[in-house]
Nanobody, 125 residues
Framework: VQLVESGGGLVQPGGSLRLSCVAS????????VGWFRQAPGKEREGVSC????????YYTDSVKGRFTISRDSAKNTVYLEMNSLKPEDTGVYYC???????????????????WGQGTQVTVSS
């Protein structure tokens, strides 16, 4: 199984980016998925997660109202739409997938079955 992220880059504060995570080797419809980030000198943080069974979503407090997680089953892809970006959003963003039986992926990233290689997001003027 493989996850490949894309869409990172340099953006000014207040700008937007859309991250993509394409899965190969399995169907994401059977998996809970999430986006994590790690800033320099900080621990990895669960940013947003999506549960496949009921469609529920989780967002860490700092991104609520600004970020949106979504799936495209036809493309086997998960997206993270990021708006109103702030310098503190800077970091390497990773997508991860865990079997549908795993609950709370954002709180228990060790349960993930697969991780992407990461994509850098830098928010700076």
């Amino acid at each position: 199984v493989q996850l490949v992220e894309s869409g990172g880059g340099l953006v000014q504060p207040g700008g937007s980016l859309r991250l993509s995570c394409v899965a190969s080797g399995y169907t994401l419809d059977y998996y809970n998925v999430g986006w994590f980030r790690q800033a320099p000198g900080k621990e990895r943080e669960g940013v947003s997660c999506s549960t496949t069974t009921d469609g529920s979503t989780y967002y860490t407090d700092s991104v609520k109202g600004r970020f949106t997680i979504s799936r495209d089953s036809a493309k086997n892809t998960v997206y993270l739409e990021m708006n109103s970006l702030k310098p503190e959003d800077t970091g390497v963003y990773y997508c991860a997938a865990a079997p549908w039986t795993v609950h709370g992926l954002c709180q228990e990233p060790e349960a993930a079955e697969a991780w992407g290689q990461g994509t850098q997001v830098t928010v700076s003027s």
